[in-house]
């Protein structure tokens, strides 16, 4: 069996997101997407509140998992492990809120409303 590394399950998870080949959906929980495959197999990437610094700006820690069928967690990476999952976070969270459409739809909106 192949031993695939944290930073290669990141990349493709990463590269799936960009090409919108993943299917986040908002959980219950605040800052939580996840996607399912094949009623086996749930991603989820998340954020969570760390500390506030000196001038209460919140800083966030991120990860992400893979559960198997049974709801084991059978990976976990978090921004100390490999950057780009605050990253990632923020691409699952645009998905999944639909961030582009509505930005369009208000921008169509907008510019209908503008006497020119």
Known sequence: MPHI???????????????????????????????????????????????????????FDYSLSLRNAAGEIILYIDDSDDERIARLHELARRRALKVDEAIADFLKELDEDIPF
Do not use: C, M
């Open 5 to 59: 590394s944290n930073q290669e399950f990141v990349t493709k998870v990463f590269e799936a997101t960009v090409a919108n080949k993943i299917d986040w959906q908002p959980t219950a929980l605040g800052g939580e997407f996840t996607a399912t495959y094949a009623g086996k197999w749930a991603l989820a990437v998340s954020s969570t509140l760390s500390h506030l610094t000196d001038r209460e700006e919140p800083i």
